[in-house]
């Protein structure tokens, strides 16, 4: 693939406020995102993980503040300008026609392309290794309607690779891939940010694969407020437990840390005569 030419600095944040409805998620949030950087954004649900990160792939208004790529404002950037820049992936794709996953790859492509371009040899080479990348060579003919969750995932995650872009951003890339193929994934992105100098920001809820794979976190409490800085300064068990609002305990484990959540415990009958409340998990 050809090699991305990124800016020194491609996002920065300032005094971003992200509010839905009448809730805040973010309340102030400065921070620079560089080349070579992984952030991964942690929270618990509804605490405003993709909220945060639409708002910095340019499609979400915030409330206040401003998020500049390389020094400009989305504003002041075309739709194609910016699709040139930085790439986003959601968190679902619904397919509602049948097409050939290798088609579904080509139109990554389009941001590339004069306004008729159809793409050519050296498109479909970048779709076939961006596919290849993620473990599904062989699958450029098959129809995007039949392929399992996980497939359609990876998929969706070569659509990103292939769009060439120096900043790339998921959320949740991988929800619904197993063991092997979300190491593979992580380890693919630490690689283009570390010997390709992109910028990275992905949502996940693997605490232990965040803190292996990225660089930086920003942790979101669900009340608007962050925490955010090099991953092993804000991922502990003391922040993820205030977040998350449940126990985790931490422990060393060779080189590397794990970070493992205190088994749920229902009160005791007397706790629970005392508050009103009930012993059932269901009901917790």
């Not at 639409?54 to 915030?62: K, N, Q, S």
């Not at 409330?63 to 504003?75: F, M, N, Q, T, V």
């Not at 063991?179 to 390709?196: F, I, M």
Request: overall charge neutral.
């Amino acid at each position: 693939m050809m090699s991305i030419a990124p800016a020194s600095t491609p996002i920065e944040l300032q005094g971003l406020r992200l509010e839905i409805g009448n809730r805040v998620l973010v309340r102030s949030l400065d921070l620079r995102i560089a080349t070579g950087e992984i952030w991964c954004v942690l929270g618990a649900n509804g605490a405003g993980k993709t909220t945060l990160l639409r708002a910095i792939a340019g499609l979400h208004r915030p409330s206040a503040g401003r998020i500049l790529y390389d020094g400009r404002e989305y504003s002041e950037r075309s739709p194609l300008e910016s699709a040139r820049l930085r790439g986003y992936m959601p968190q679902t794709v619904h397919d509602t026609f049948h097409a050939k996953v290798l088609d579904v790859v080509l139109t990554a492509r389009h941001p590339h392309l004069s306004p008729w371009g159809w793409g050519g040899g050296y498109d479909h080479q970048v779709a076939l290794d961006a596919l290849a990348t993620v473990g599904l060579d062989g699958f450029h003919g098959r129809d995007v309607i039949t392929l399992s969750g996980g497939e359609r995932q990876r998929v969706g995650i070569a659509m990103l690779l292939a769009q060439q872009v120096g900043t790339l951003l998921f959320d949740e890339p991988v929800a619904s891939l197993d063991l092997h193929h979300q190491v593979l994934v992580l380890g693919h992105l630490q690689s283009l940010a570390r010997d390709e100098g992109r910028a990275i920001a992905y949502s996940i809820h693997d605490i232990n694969l965040a803190y292996r794979y990225a660089s930086h976190c920003i942790l979101l409490d669900g009340e608007g407020g962050t925490v955010h800085g090099p991953v092993r300064e804000v991922v502990t068990a003391a922040a993820l437990s205030t977040a998350f609002r449940h126990p985790v305990t931490q422990t060393r484990f060779g080189d590397d840390m794990l970070f493992v959540a205190e088994p749920w415990r229902a009160p005791t009958s007397r706790n629970a005569a005392r508050t009103g409340t009930s012993t059932s998990p269901a009901e917790r």
